[in-house]
């Protein structure tokens, strides 16, 4: 997903509306930081189109932009390893920040890690390129034609199928072909038995591709799946494709498996991603969970849980709430795979948060905050018990509500023998989920109160999940 967030408009200080369009742009000709000389006009009098985008390391929705790897994405199709109808020069244009910024010191992070375009970082900036790349401030992403050398858009904010259709208004990038396999969340994953193998193929060209075909091959050569995909894929849209089961043999420390698209296009260099699988990691001891969030989690609907190898949810979700960092402990009560996931609704990860899953012995088992809409980590419990302290079942765990018939508020009140993470919702009598909430309760008595004054008149119910099981309780709101 490419759109920024509005909520980083409020803290970045310096933001850019719109450039106007029709502006002849004075050249740029500056040294990279790998020590060789960039030269705008000459990229354009070679018939390429220029994007220069404009950021600084302090700029959240810079950072935002860079990790979203839009710009990467068209590079790979339009630039010197592809069609080569493209050059994008990368700006730091804050005359004070440092080459030792760029590469993670004070700022967001890393800014060059893995960018194949060049990057400038410039020592002084002229009132002349400060008014036509970034008059209002940063981030800008200048789309300029060779033919007028003018800025004929700013698509810091346009989604991917938008700034294709962009670059093709200046009359020289059409009749592209290309689909890519894009870097995937299964690069380095830890599998129990068996995982299904994905991928994501982004169609970044500028036609609209009706069929592909995918073969997934292992390091001796042997086919492990062939897929023939029959599809309506417009330019800038992507789908996952399932190849199907994939799982490791005991005596295998690990398997690559390389993942190929078979169709012919304008670009290879691009259509190949290989994929290392391992054996999980067996875990017999507690674990502990670091949350960190950034500010945008609530709004985004950010939650993990832990499930087992049939899916069910042995620790329920639990929603990550912005402004309030945790240090969860929790206990697993038998031998089985359980697959740790991480979910964000908008699709950006928690960026400018941390998140560390550990076992007791200090092995990091999870710390990706750019896992976009979804991160998972499996593990193997090999333990009776992970908890020195007994485990409780459900019918233990006291639960009581008061009153059960309200106007206003209902306080819930429950009693655990043990500290543990308590999941409270609220559920209408047609199983709709009005209302939920996650606590990490001390031993003892709990007591919380719980706002259903806007709920229409009717029966609720409420729910509380727990390690060891779900317990139910009714109300009436009057």
């Known amino acids: 997903m490419s759109r920024i967030k509005g909520f980083f408009l409020s803290i970045s200080y310096i933001f850019i509306f719109g450039l106007c369009s029709a502006q002849q742009v004075p050249n740029i000709v500056a040294t990279d930081i790998n020590g060789i000389e960039r030269n705008l006009h000459s990229y354009l009098d070679e018939g390429k189109v220029v994007i220069v985008d404009v950021f600084a390391t302090w700029c959240t929705a810079c950072w935002g932009l860079h990790k979203q790897e839009m710009l990467h994405k068209l590079y790979s199709t339009y630039g010197p390893d592809g069609t080569d109808q493209l050059e994008i020069l990368y700006i730091e244009a804050d005359e004070n920040t440092s080459i030792e910024s760029l590469y993670g010191d004070s700022s967001f992070g ?32 200048s789309v300029i034609c060779p033919s007028s050398k003018e800025i004929i858009a700013d698509i810091y904010q346009n989604d991917l199928d938008e700034i294709i259709e962009i670059l093709q208004e200046c009359n020289t990038i059409y009749n592209v072909s290309d689909l890519q396999i894009i870097e995937t969340n299964q690069k380095d994953v830890a599998i129990c038995d068996s995982i299904q193998l994905q991928v994501e193929v982004l169609n970044s060209g500028t036609e609209i591709v009706n069929t592909f075909e995918l073969e997934a091959v292992l390091v001796d050569g042997t086919i492990f799946n062939t897929h023939h995909c029959v599809v309506d894929l417009s330019p800038g849209e992507n789908i996952d494709v399932n190849l199907g089961t994939f799982g490791l043999a005991d005596v295998q420390e690990n398997e690559i498996v390389s993942v190929q698209i078979l169709t012919q296009d304008d670009v290879l260099a691009n259509n190949e991603q290989s994929i290392t699988f391992k054996h999980a990691k067996e875990v017999n001891s507690e674990l502990t969970l670091l949350v960190a969030p950034d500010t945008w989690v609530a709004y985004d609907n950010t939650r993990w849980w832990v499930e087992n190898s049939l899916g069910e949810k042995v620790i329920p979700e639990t929603i990550i709430e912005s402004e309030q960092s945790n240090e969860i402990t929790f206990s697993l009560e038998n031998n089985d795979c359980f697959t740790f996931v991480i979910v964000d609704d908008y699709g950006d990860g928690m960026l400018f948060g941390e998140i560390l899953l550990t076992t007791n012995d200090g092995f990091i088992l999870f710390d990706n905050t750019d896992f976009k809409f979804r991160g998972e980590v499996s593990f193997e419990y090999i333990g009776t ?94």
Request: avoid cysteine; aromatic fraction near 8%; glycine fraction near 6%.
């Open 110 to 141: 890393d800014w060059t890690e893995g960018v194949p375009f060049p990057i400038l970082n410039l020592s002084e900036v002229s009132d002349e390129f400060t008014q036509a790349f970034a008059v209002d401030g940063v981030p800008t992403s």
């Open 385 to 478: 018990v992970t908890s020195s302290q007994e485990l409780l079942s459900i019918e233990e765990t006291q639960l009581s509500l008061t009153p059960t018939i309200v106007d206003d508020e209902v306080t819930v009140r429950y009693a655990l023998n043990r500290p543990e993470l308590v999941a409270l919702s609220i559920f209408d009598i047609h199983g709709k989920l009005l209302f939920t909430q996650s606590i990490l309760s001390d031993a003892g008595e709990t007591s919380t109160q719980i706002n259903a004054g806007a709920y229409p008149k009717g029966l609720y119910f409420l729910r509380m999940s727990t390690v060891d099981g779900i317990l139910t309780e009714k109300f009436t709101k009057q």
